[in-house]
């Protein structure tokens, strides 16, 4: 166990847990051999604080505890970050999403209309080209977007993955911790999902995958 002082109990910088072989320079530049786990900084601004090495995944588990603010980094094979988008056929519905810290102004914008959007991480770009070419029967169903709070950034609600999460928990922890909102059981139940598929007659997948995201979409 690395973390072994009352010092370092619940370490408050945000951390990335990089597991063996990844890809990135930070854990180029630290990692002694390649089996090396790294639990680092996460934000620039914490890249000098303390870093930590373990040998094992069961290792890693003794101190996740530690690491609260914790995600994975996704220059490795088969990891990837989780969002939500919600489908809605009439634009309207009775959710209402709350703004948050993070975001705000939450509206369900026609699809067709989306392409323009400032998007940095190009999520929303990339996910109407993908409907426009595939799936063009649903270009004029309604789609929620959110603003990043003081920025001109759209965004789905979406987010990172942590230790231990699947990728359908952290959709589902990013969509409420963005948009202040638990989706219904009736609303998430992937059963139910392909109940309102064949209903509206579409075959949307229920997951995209875009820029090491994977997108779950909800249809409301
Ligand atoms: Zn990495």
């Known amino acids: 166990?690395?973390?072994?002082?009352?010092?370092?109990?619940?370490?408050?910088?945000?951390?990335?847990?990089?597991?063996?072989?990844?890809?990135?320079?930070?854990?180029?530049?630290?990692?002694?051999?390649?089996?090396?786990?790294?639990?680092?900084p996460y934000r620039s601004q914490d890249y000098k604080k303390k870093f930590y090495i373990y040998n094992s995944i069961k290792d890693l588990q003794k101190d996740i505890k530690y690491f609260q603010d914790n995600c994975l980094c996704t220059y490795n094979q088969d990891i990837y970050n989780g969002g939500i988008i919600l489908l809605s056929k009439y634009g309207i519905s009775n959710l209402t999403i709350n703004e948050t810290y993070e975001m705000t102004n939450f509206e369900f914008l026609k699809i067709s209309t989306i392409k323009n959007l400032k998007d940095n991480s190009l999520l929303i770009q990339e996910f109407f080209k993908e409907i426009n070419t595939n799936f063009s029967q649903i270009l004029d169903w309604y789609v929620l977007v959110g603003k990043t709070r003081n920025t001109d950034n759209f965004s789905f609600p979406k987010?990172?993955?942590?230790?231990?999460?699947?990728?359908?928990?952290?959709?589902?922890?990013?969509?409420?911790?963005?948009?202040?909102?638990?989706?219904?059981?009736?609303?998430?139940?992937?059963n139910n999902q392909i109940i309102s598929r064949e209903k509206f007659d579409i075959f949307v997948p229920l997951e995209l995958v875009i820029n090491n995201f994977i997108l779950k979409l909800i249809i409301i």
Do not use: Q, W
Not at 11 to 26: L, Q
Not at 159 to 168: L, Q
């Open 159 to 190: 987010g990172k993955i942590k230790f231990g999460e699947t990728i359908e928990m952290c959709c589902l922890r990013e969509f409420e911790e963005e948009t202040n909102n638990k989706l219904p059981e009736i609303i998430s139940n992937p």
């Open 1 to 40: 166990m690395l973390v072994d002082n009352d010092d370092n109990k619940n370490i408050k910088y945000p951390v990335k847990i990089h597991f063996a072989n990844c890809n990135c320079t930070y854990y180029k530049k630290k990692s002694l051999n390649k089996k090396d786990i790294i639990a680092a």
